[in-house]
Nanobody, 129 residues
């Protein structure tokens, strides 16, 4: 059974940093494209970043480019999202998700169509003054 568990969320002041972790069990992460999504109250869920299983290439939403970094540790079976220079508008519940097909993963990120193989339960990130 594919399971993802996020951790690392919390409260931070603007300009601060957090590192989110997404630990997988039941499958090897290196065969899956793994991504981070976020959903703020009253807003639609948006794709923040993903790392491809095929070539390790990465994607970042314009709103986080240059501030967030996604990485994977295949030995620990964990994907990380390093978030720097956090802003109040980054406040949201952050979810990680896994998809076996990088093409379907991209389709989901950019169109919302389709389904991914596994989702975590989410971790809250709050950026406040």
């Amino acid at each position: 059974q594919l399971q993802l568990v996020e951790s690392g969320g919390g409260l931070v002041q603007p300009g601060g940093s957090l590192r989110l972790s997404c630990a997988a069990s039941g499958f090897a992460l290196d065969y899956y494209t793994i991504g981070w999504f976020r959903q703020a109250p009253g807003k639609e869920r948006e794709g923040v970043s993903y790392i491809s299983s095929s070539d390790g290439s990465t994607y970042y939403a314009d709103s986080v480019k240059g501030r967030f970094t996604i990485s994977r540790d295949n030995v620990k079976n964990t994907v990380y999202l390093q978030m720097n220079s956090l802003r109040p508008e980054d406040t949201a519940v952050y979810y990680c998700a896994a998809g076996r097909s990088v093409l379907l993963f991209r389709q989901y990120v950019f169109t919302g169509r389709g389904a991914l193989d596994s989702w975590g339960q989410g971790t809250q990130v709050t950026v406040f003054s």
